[in-house]
């Protein structure tokens, strides 16, 4: 039954908006869960060492030279820039997926200060359905991206869609 009421509200009465994309385990802050609930993303700035960062970028380029083959990866070339002045490497490797073979790259899906802030999405029942690591320039402002913004649910028929999360 719902009942009319007038007058000031109490600040002890105060309880913060029902979220339906992130969950309440004291990692992110209000203000962090309430922008991504309103943005659909967030950054976390630093979360990975620059140390891991440069393995990781190590490992695709030696995708990219082809020193490394890991099992069942897909590399997807970009088709203008192959036809470009420049030479064969990471410049011209615009995707890998289902990388989960390489131990290395995977290694990124497995990492503590990653997966703390996925179980803010997901819950502690966290289980990786998609490898793929994108080597897109950022647009220059000109709105000239190959791959403008786009939602990504379309292509992954999982639902509910409320617990999956791109890292």
Not at 39 to 48: E, S, Y
């Amino acid at each position: 039954v719902a009942h009319c009421t007038s007058g000031a509200v109490s600040p002890n009465s105060f309880h913060p908006p029902q979220f339906q994309y992130t969950r309440d385990n004291n990692v992110l802050s209000l203000e962090q869960r309430k922008f991504y609930e309103e943005n659909g993303f967030l950054v976390i700035r630093n979360l990975v060492s620059d140390a891991d960062i440069e393995r990781f970028r190590n490992e695709f380029e030696r995708i990219c030279k082809g020193e490394v083959k890991p099992q069942g990866m897909m590399i997807m070339r970009d088709v203008s820039i192959a036809k470009s002045e420049f030479t064969p490497g990471e410049k011209m490797v615009s995707k890998i997926q289902d990388f989960q073979e390489d131990e290395e790259l995977f290694r990124y899906c497995t990492l503590p200060e990653i997966l703390k802030y996925v179980e803010c999405f997901t819950g502690p029942d966290i289980m990786a359905i998609h490898t793929m690591l994108i080597n897109k320039p950022p647009d220059s402002g000109k709105k000239t991206s190959r791959h403008p913004l786009h939602q990504d649910l379309h292509y992954f028929p999982i639902r509910p869609s409320n617990n999956i999360v791109g890292a």
